[in-house]
């Protein structure tokens, strides 16, 4: 069977409404060459027809930033790092629902607070759930929240104050997280994952690629979410930043960033597959290949600690393509 077949083959098992196995997933990781084009049009197919042309915009605000205990080494906000970040603690009501409205402005169809650390403490949290009772009633933007490891009370509690999705990442696979982070546990971000999922929020994981693991690594990630029925998955491309422990870490080349984005597609075939943070620098003029490859969200705007495009610059790329935003 030529390269050619075998991706027309997995496309209309796709399209069937089946799921493709983890060894004919490695049979795609072995593409090379011009058959990369003919799966990124799969791909692309795979999406239009399994989760539609609409791309949906989402926005963050770094609501506490640094000092984080955690070591995870791609982190800027670690305080196992030396970065530079900025510093500071949980910011005040009003410049979170000023920058919730700018972004509503500007085309974002959800907003969520993002804070360093652990978790979030109970004092802090409090003030958390009143900020998110404001965006419920002052914007018509669907309520996001990452607040680090929560409890299924905590997230029961985010529910009722109008957040609707819990942000959460497992960062990477399960066989190559002890190489990212040594102070928690796999086990503690899918203990998290399941909390939300209890307690009816909708749940946006995904993790970081680019940090060393291999393709084979980045398909295991992408087979525990969808065991765990995961269906917003932000794709995040290392940014070495200098101080982290990552940060003469080589970016991957574009095609293998795009090879792994179809690839998800395959295996997703209905999530929202989110283009964050890192994918300027890594996919430069190539980034508009992402939809082509089966992205279907995209985070605007600013990210944690990095700038990113603007959103109409974004928008107009989506456009550009033939989506809908």
């Known amino acids: 069977m030529s390269n050619?077949?075998?991706?027309?083959?997995?496309?209309e098992k796709v399209l069937a409404g089946q799921d493709i196995t983890r060894e004919e997933a490695r049979k795609l990781e072995e593409l090379t060459g011009s058959d990369l084009y003919h799966l990124f049009a799969a791909a692309s197919r795979i999406r239009d027809i399994r989760a539609g042309k609409k791309v949906d915009l989402c926005s963050?605000?770094?609501?506490?930033?640094?000092?984080c205990s955690e070591n995870c080494k791609f982190c800027a906000q670690s305080a196992h790092h030396?970065?530079?970040?900025d510093v500071y603690d949980l910011l005040d009501g009003e410049t979170i629902i000023e920058r919730a409205l700018q972004m509503e402005a500007e085309g974002a169809g959800r907003?969520?607070?993002?804070?360093?650390?652990?978790?979030?403490?109970?004092?802090?949290?409090?003030?958390?759930?009143?900020?998110?009772?404001?965006?419920?009633r002052e914007t018509n933007l669907k309520l996001c929240a990452s607040l680090g490891i929560i409890t299924e009370n905590m997230a029961r509690s985010l529910r009722e104050a109008g957040v609707s999705m819990y942000h959460h990442n497992?960062?990477?696979?399960?066989?190559?997280?002890?190489?990212?982070?040594?102070?928690h546990s796999y086990q503690d971000r899918i203990n998290t994952i399941k909390a939300c999922q209890a307690a009816?929020?909708?749940?946006?994981?995904?993790?970081?690629?680019?940090?060393?693991?291999?393709?084979?690594?980045?398909?295991?990630?992408?087979?525990?979410?969808?065991?765990?029925?995961?269906?917003?998955i932000p794709i995040n491309i290392l940014n070495p930043i200098a101080g982290t422990a990552l940060e003469t870490q080589p970016v991957l080349p574009p095609l293998e960033i795009l090879q792994t984005i179809a690839i998800y597609r395959f295996i997703l075939p209905q999530a929202m597959l989110r283009f964050a943070g890192g994918r300027e620098?890594?996919?430069?003029?190539?980034q508009s290949m992402g939809y082509l490859a089966g992205i279907n969200a995209t985070l605007v705007g600013s990210y944690l600690t990095t700038s990113g495009r603007t959103v109409a610059e974004d928008i107009q790329m989506i456009l550009d393509m033939g989506l809908v935003v």
Do not use: H, W
């Open 4 to 11: 050619v077949d075998l991706i027309n083959r997995l496309e």
């Open 60 to 67: 963050i605000i770094n609501a506490k930033s640094g000092r």
């Open 82 to 85: 030396q970065t530079g970040v």
């Open 111 to 136: 907003f969520s607070l993002v804070t360093s650390g652990r978790g979030i403490s109970e004092g802090d949290f409090v003030k958390v759930l009143s900020i998110y009772r404001r965006l419920a």
């Open 170 to 183: 497992v960062e990477t696979s399960e066989s190559y997280f002890p190489q990212i982070c040594t102070t």
């Open 200 to 232: 009816d929020l909708d749940v946006c994981s995904g993790g970081i690629i680019s940090m060393g693991e291999t393709m084979g690594q980045r398909l295991e990630m992408a087979f525990t979410l969808r065991e765990l029925e995961v269906q917003s």
């Open 281 to 286: 620098n890594a996919l430069r003029n190539l």
